[in-house]
Every structure is written in structure tokens, then in C-alpha cells.
């Protein structure tokens, strides 16, 4: 059963505490994507992957990091410095980091922060 | 930078009329434009890739179409149902990932 999972679907933390989101895909596929929605705007992209090990910023990057240190998996963290971290959170995958292919979305993570 | 306008936030349409979505752009020649459908709390799902020597595309009740020189997409939903009550994205393509617009949420009037 191929796809893109992230967990958990909820998440809840305290202001000033770091926390990471999880996004693993068994598409093979050799990019990855994290997006931020917010009610009434569209999908920010915040950071992206085309290959292992390597990754680049999107239009939102402050106050995140991620890392790629294995081709199925992309987590996100939202550090203390994201002034308004709550949101609800996504990850894609393409075939390769080109704009023309399609991205498959995962189930999203909504992240609370009190 | 770009900006990507989709015509309206809501969009109401009775059961079996054809529902047209607008995308407009500016400050950008996208090569490729795609169309997502998105259900509430969940991740939006791809419908329809057009590229810019292409001026329609379709898939079954989908239609899309693609004006460089307007820089207008359009997305026509024939005898809509119900069940495609939902938000629907349009997204041009960059180098290396999509920009999404804001979306149109679409009800269906049984």
C-alpha cells in the first residue's frame, strides 16, 4: 500500500517547545515538500527536498528546520523562533523536484500551540 | 512575485449545472498548471496537469483550460454532484515546486 504518511494527525505543545512532525513516503520518489495552510490563504511552501541530503529553503523557512538524511523520510520541526506555529502542516512527494510533476499529499499534521 | 488569484472564495451550484472555477496569475509565464481537489482536514489530491501549448484538457466530468495570454486558467466540473463539494487549488509550476493559490470552495445543491 503505497503512499505518504505523517504523524500524528494532532499535535498540542506549549509555547517555547520545539517539536517535530513526521513525513514518510514509500513512493521512491526523490523530492519532498513541507507546506503550511492557514484558513483563507493557500499552501506556503517552508522547506524542500530534490535529493538525500540536501534541501532548500521555501518561501517560509524561519523558525523551521528539516533534515534528509534517508530518501522515505523529511521531518519538520518547528522551533521556539516560529512566532505563529500553529497551523495545520503538510507533506508531498513528486517524482523528481520539477515543478511539471504532480505532488502527492499526505494526510496533514495540525499543530496547536499554546 | 507571483501572484495567483482564484475568482472566488465560495462558489454555490445545483445539482447537475456545470461548475466553472477561475485562476488568474500575474508576474509569471508558468510552463505547466496544475488543478487539486481538497477535502476538508485532509490533503489535496492532483486532478489535472495542462501545459501551456495545450489549451484544454480532459478527464471525464473535468475540463481545464489554459490562456497564456490572459493568463487565465479555467475549470469546468459537467453535471456536478454532490460529492464534488469540495475546495479546488490551482497551482502554477516553478523551476523546482508549485505555487498554490488561495483555492474556491465548491458546494453542490442536491
Known amino acids: 500500500d503505497g503512499g505518504i504518511t505523517q504523524s500524528p494527525k494532532y499535535l498540542f505543545r506549549k509555547e517555547g517547545q520545539n517539536v517535530t512532525l513526521s513525513c514518510e513516503q514509500n513512493?521512491?520518489?526523490?523530492?519532498m515538500y513541507w507546506y503550511r495552510q492557514d484558513p483563507g490563504q493557500g499552501l506556503r511552501l517552508i522547506y524542500y527536498?530534490?535529493?538525500?541530503?540536501?534541501?532548500q529553503k521555501g518561501d517560509i523557512a524561519e523558525g523551521y528546520s528539516v533534515s534528509r538524511e534517508k530518501k522515505e523520510s523529511f521531518p519538520l520541526t518547528v522551533t521556539s523562533a516560529q512566532k505563529n506555529p500553529t497551523a495545520f502542516y503538510l507533506c508531498a512527494s513528486s517524482i523528481k523536484g520539477q515543478g511539471v510533476y504532480e505532488q502527492y499529499f499526505g494526510p496533514g499534521t495540525r499543530l496547536t500551540v499554546t | 512575485s507571483q501572484k495567483i488569484e482564484q475568482n472566488s472564495e465560495a462558489l454555490n451550484i445545483q445539482e447537475g449545472k456545470t461548475a466553472t472555477l477561475t485562476c488568474n496569475y500575474t508576474n509569471y509565464s508558468p510552463a505547466y498548471l496544475q488543478w487539486y481537489r481538497q477535502d476538508p482536514g485532509r490533503g489535496p489530491v492532483f486532478l489535472l496537469l495542462i501545459r501551456e501549448n495545450e489549451k484544454e484538457k480532459r478527464k471525464e466530468r473535468l475540463k481545464v483550460t489554459f490562456d497564456t495570454t490572459l493568463k487565465q486558467s479555467l475549470f469546468h466540473i459537467t453535471a456536478s454532484q454532490p460529492a464534488d463539494s469540495a475546495t479546488y487549488l490551482c497551482a502554477l509550476t516553478g523551476a523546482n515546486n508549485l505555487f498554490f493559490g488561495t483555492g474556491t470552495r465548491l458546494t453542490v445543491i442536491p
Open positions: 513512493l521512491n520518489h526523490d523530492a
Open positions: 527536498s530534490q535529493i538525500v541530503n540536501d534541501f
